[in-house]
């Protein structure tokens, strides 16, 4: 079965950085663009960064834009977003998800468990 889990959550100070894990596994990870994608409490989700099944292109949230890095280690079936210079707004849980085509589009049939990013001082 299908099964991606995320894990590097945590508590950090606004400016910190933290670097988010998704460990896929029941599916050819290689073949799949991915995306992270987050939730702040009591709104709405938001695509925050999506990468191709190559890891080649790649695209971000205005808001995230030259603070975060998505990419992937298709030989560890892994993907990971590296978060710098966190802000509180940037406060959600963070979902890891895969997209049913190579390159990213609109739709994703599976999810992670979540993982909760807390920045705060």
């Known amino acids: 079965e299908v099964q991606l889990v995320e894990s590097g959550g945590g508590l950090v100070q606004p400016g910190g950085s933290l670097r988010l894990s998704c460990a896929a596994s029941?599916?050819?990870?290689?073949?799949?663009?991915m995306s992270w994608v987050r939730q702040a409490l009591g709104k709405g989700l938001d695509r925050v960064a999506a990468i191709n099944s190559g890891g080649g292109n790649t695209n971000y949230a205005d808001s995230v834009k030259g603070r975060f890095t998505i990419s992937r280690d298709n030989a560890k079936n892994t993907l990971y977003l590296q978060m710098n210079s966190l802000k509180p707004e940037d406060t959600a849980v963070y979902y890891c998800?895969?997209?049913?085509?190579?390159?990213?589009?609109?739709?994703?049939?599976?999810w992670g468990q979540g993982t909760q990013v807390t920045v705060s001082s």
């Open positions: 029941g599916f050819t990870f290689s073949s799949y663009a």
């Open positions: 998800a895969k997209s049913v085509t190579a390159v990213a589009g609109k739709t994703n049939d599976y």
